[in-house]
């Protein structure tokens, strides 16, 4: 059965403060993606991974960076906490070729104070 | 700009009956379209897809329709049951890339 983990279902945080959320796939998947998701607004793409040690920016990667150095592993690194990016914060995984589904972990409510 | 549009936020259905939800978009470099559906407190799973070159795709109760000159693609759930009330995203992927756009979401609630 496929998974994808996330490190946090719950986060609070203060305004400056470094933020960490991890990702773990256990599906040996190339792809991984960071979203975030606000009421209005749907899911927009943060950053994706499409190897180890690749990343690509998305539609949003302002005020954040990501960190790949294991297949397995995509962390969202916030480097300056602002109240701007409290949200849901989802991690998805997908293999190359044959379907584009992508498998999403159950997410992070991150809260900036 | 939101390139893939999902115009009505929320959507009420009577069990057995049909559920449409409806998606719009601007980019004819979208080749290929899935519908995600997100319960509360969980991730989006995959519902069903349909690539451009097809115009139809079936899976059980639910089936994609893919207009393109419209920029039009549809969700059609038949019938309809309590258990598909959940949020349903339509996304799309260019293929100049390995990027997906998503819709805002139709909050879909069936009636018992």
């Known amino acids: 059965d496929v998974k994808v983990t996330q490190s946090s279902r719950y986060l609070v945080k203060r305004t400056g403060e470094k933020v960490f959320l991890e990702c773990v796939q256990d599906m040996d998947h190339e792809n991984m993606f960071w979203y975030r998701q606000d009421p209005g607004l749907g899911l927009r793409l943060i950053y994706f991974?499409?190897?180890?040690?690749?990343?690509e920016k998305g539609d949003i990667p302002e005020g954040y960076s990501v960190s790949r150095e294991k297949k397995e592993r995509f962390s969202l690194i916030l480097e300056s906490a602002s109240t701007n990016q409290t949200s849901m914060y989802l991690c998805?995984?997908?293999?190359?070729?044959?379907?584009?589904?992508?498998?999403f972990g159950p997410g992070t409510r991150l809260t900036v104070t | 700009d939101q390139q893939v549009k999902q115009n009505s936020p929320s959507l009420s259905v009577q069990e057995g009956r049909i559920s449409i939800l409806n998606c719009d978009y601007t980019?004819?470099?979208?080749?290929?379209f899935l519908w995600y559906k997100k319960y509360p407190a969980e991730g989006p799973t995959f519902l069903i897809s349909?690539?451009?070159?097809?115009d139809k795709n079936e899976d059980g109760r639910f089936t994609v329709f893919l207009n393109k000159s419209a920029k039009h693609l549809s969700l059609h759930i038949v019938p309809s049951q309590p258990g598909d009330s959940a949020v349903y995203f339509c996304a799309a992927r260019a293929y100049t890339g390995n990027q997906f756009y998503f819709g805002t979401g139709t909050s879909l609630t069936v009636i018992p």
């Open positions: 998805a995984s997908r293999t190359l070729g044959g379907s584009y589904e992508q498998y």
């Open positions: 349909i690539s451009s070159i097809k």
């Open positions: 991974s499409y190897d180890v040690k690749m990343k």
């Open positions: 980019n004819s470099m979208f080749d290929y």
